[in-house]
């Protein structure tokens, strides 16, 4: 159900979120339930399915049964579980013996026979995922009291006619079996037909048919992930503004990636720039996490070169850090990105090689740079900034970098050489090959990726020209 999704993707969601439940089978259920010749006798079966376990509540409902229910109704339950011996124990002491049975386990079209044959259904589950049982008595024609938890409450919206009662609210359930109890035949009987209605309009396989299209009709292109790498100095971030600035004049929306993380959760007006970064550390770790299964190759990966790595531990393990950061910032950006934007993400999952390979003090193997292309999640483009080594030199002993202890030319130097055959490597791999474009800083020259110049990528090329055109003198 939609109210079981994890509440950080309702969030980031937002009315962009959408949940087609698996379809019930009504036809089936309307089958097995006709074939069913009514109970006869006084005694009507009130039926809970679903495993004996603490979340499915099962001694709340033997409570309320109890205290509410006449002495002419029997409670039935369809299934097995670990809390069995407590429930007949519980059973013994309250009397209950001949008024309250426990199936175990039956067949599927058995439990479509018990829905059609009760006088109501009763969970009072204290979680769910979609719950089926539910949807399957509501296809039987039969009335329901549910549990106030966020998927009951998605089944019963709008539905007057079905109680939500808080899980552990003997009395609540008590009241709730007496009073269903009470109806007359009639009344149950109109009840459990807007059951069934509510599952034809809204759960059924007809439902899920005609959700699924809409779906497909409302998802548009995400959005392209354009990344800027280079050595310190290259001039990615003033490509960057440039490149904002330009963005609309040639007809596209360019956003950096902060900036849309933050606008689409409605922190934009935050004043100071450690808050945003909090911010976006914070949701690019819980998207680390969420999507672990996906990146866990390179999460290890990053994990065994931070460890090789020069520095001692803090240093390392704040190299681990700012390559997760960077996988968790793209998937934030995949999220909340739509089809018409260009997002420029300034370092990002292929700039990562530069944290992870480049330390000033031993080169390393090649195999480790192909093993990074082979685990990394790469973006849409790259963009890498180009220029030399004297250059780059040069602009780093005038700003200084944070992983050099002190302005020594020669540590700078090293560093400096380092980093650009990390990006030459980088240049040269045939995984970057038809989504790189490479910017000469000398001459201004962009070399275009492999047969691909057309469509989307001829937009990033004429913004990255453009940009490029902005800051030339």
């Not at 010749?37 to 709340?60: D, F, H, Q, W």
């Not at 998605?154 to 003997?170: K, N, Y």
């Not at 606008?263 to 770790?285: H, K, N, Q």
């Not at 992870?356 to 890498?384: E, K």
């Amino acid at each position: 159900s939609r109210a079981s999704f994890p509440w950080l993707y309702r969030w980031l969601a937002g009315r962009r979120l959408r949940a087609v439940q698996n379809g019930m089978d009504v036809a089936r259920a309307e089958r097995i339930a006709g074939s069913v010749t009514p109970k006869e006798g006084a005694r009507k079966t009130v039926l809970s399915v679903g495993r004996l376990i603490e979340i499915k509540n099962p001694l709340m409902l033997l409570r309320g049964f109890a205290r509410g229910a006449d002495e002419a109704a029997e409670l039935l339950y369809v299934g097995e579980g670990k809390l069995r011996s407590t429930l007949e124990q519980e059973i013994r002491e309250q009397g209950l013996h001949g008024r309250v049975a426990l199936s175990g386990l039956v067949a599927r079209e058995q439990v479509y026979r018990e829905f059609a044959q009760a006088d109501f259904y009763v969970s009072t589950s204290r979680g769910e995922g979609l719950p089926v049982a539910v949807l399957e008595a509501m296809a039987c024609g039969r009335p329901v009291i549910l549990s106030d938890i966020p998927p009951h409450r998605e089944i019963a919206a709008g539905a007057e006619f079905i109680p939500l009662v808080a899980c552990d609210d003997e009395q609540g359930w008590a009241r709730e079996i007496a009073q269903m109890r009470a109806r007359s035949p009639e009344e149950k009987a109109s009840i459990g037909q807007a059951c069934r209605e509510i599952v034809r309009q809204r759960f059924s396989l007809e439902a899920m048919h005609r959700e699924y299209p809409k779906i497909y009709q409302e998802v548009r292109p995400r959005c392209l992930q354009v990344e800027l790498i280079g050595c310190t100095g290259a001039g990615k971030s003033t490509l960057a503004k440039a490149a904002l600035q330009v963005g609309a004049t040639l007809g596209e929306r360019v956003v950096l990636s902060d900036d849309l993380i933050l606008r689409r959760l409605r922190l934009g007006w935050l004043p100071s720039e450690t808050m945003r970064t909090v911010v976006i550390d914070l949701c690019a770790f819980f998207a680390c996490l969420a999507t672990a299964p996906r990146h866990w190759r390179y999460y290890r990966f990053a994990m065994n070169i931070c460890l090789r790595s020069a520095g001692g531990w803090l240093t390392r393990m704040n190299l681990v850090r700012n390559a997760l950061r960077k996988i968790g910032v793209y998937e934030v950006v995949r999220c909340l990105g739509r089809g018409n934007e260009i997002v420029l993400v300034d370092e990002g999952t292929v700039h990562a090689a530069h944290n992870l390979f480049v330390d000033g003090s031993r080169d390393f193997h090649p195999d480790d740079f192909q093993r990074f292309l082979d685990v990394a999640t790469l973006p849409d483009a790259v963009v890498y900034l180009s220029e030399s080594e004297h250059t780059l030199v040069e602009r780093t002993m005038r700003r200084g970098h944070k992983r050099i202890a002190r302005a020594d030319p020669s540590q700078v130097e090293t560093f400096v050489r380092q980093a650009v055959g990390v990006f030459e490597y980088l240049r040269g791999a045939p995984q970057l090959a038809k989504r790189m474009f490479i910017v000469d800083g000398t001459t201004h020259h962009i070399s275009s990726p492999q047969g691909n110049v057309s469509g989307q990528f001829g937009g990033i090329e004429r913004l990255v020209r453009s940009g490029i055109s902005h800051n030339t003198p």
